[in-house]
């Protein structure tokens, strides 16, 4: 297993408010279905913004809910550990819940990003972040980089090819 990728409890223990000694951390959070390179670009701003970056990872179960059937195109576990050996990622979450408030609000952490299709007042764990005194960041989304466009590029190619997707 990964050393990066950790339950909620673990993550609170080596990250949490009190254990911090003046390291400022930020979360995030998505699919990571299929990483390209807007999600690398993403991930590398949100932890330029502290000392250590914690991705909250929507579940299978949770992926299949939000995106649809055929979604993951990677199983969770896959995902995570894709995403724990990027250079700017410390930790990875993975969470059942359709949102990530829950560990939002148990983790507290000093920056919460997001990118910035995700309107100001829909950015969930806005409330508790700023309750605590940090803040909250949107991320311009970078142009050209869709899984969901990925995905219909590579349906569209094994259609015309005649070949099984």
């Not at 250079?87 to 979450?93: G, H, N, P």
């Not at 299709?117 to 969930?124: A, E, L, S």
Request: net charge negative.
């Amino acid at each position: 297993m990964n050393s990066g990728i950790l339950t909620l409890e673990q993550a609170i223990l080596r990250f949490g408010r009190e254990k911090r000694n003046g390291r400022r951390v930020v979360f995030t959070n998505g699919c990571f279905d299929l990483l390209h390179p807007g999600h690398i670009r993403g991930l590398e701003q949100a932890r330029e913004l502290g000392d250590a970056l914690i991705v909250g990872l929507n579940s299978d179960a949770s992926v299949r809910q939000l995106k649809g059937e055929g979604r993951p195109v990677l199983p969770e576990r896959e995902r995570a550990e894709i995403l724990a050996a990027l250079e700017s990622v410390d930790a990875v979450v993975i969470f059942d819940e359709l949102t990530p408030r829950e560990v939002i609000a148990r983790l507290l952490p000093d920056v919460l990003v997001k990118g910035g299709d995700w309107p100001d007042h829909q950015i969930v764990g806005r409330e508790e972040v700023e309750a605590a005194g940090g803040r909250v960041v949107s991320l311009p989304v970078v142009p050209g980089y869709s899984t969901s466009d990925i995905l219909r590029k590579i349906r569209k190619g094994a259609h015309a090819s005649g070949a099984e997707s």
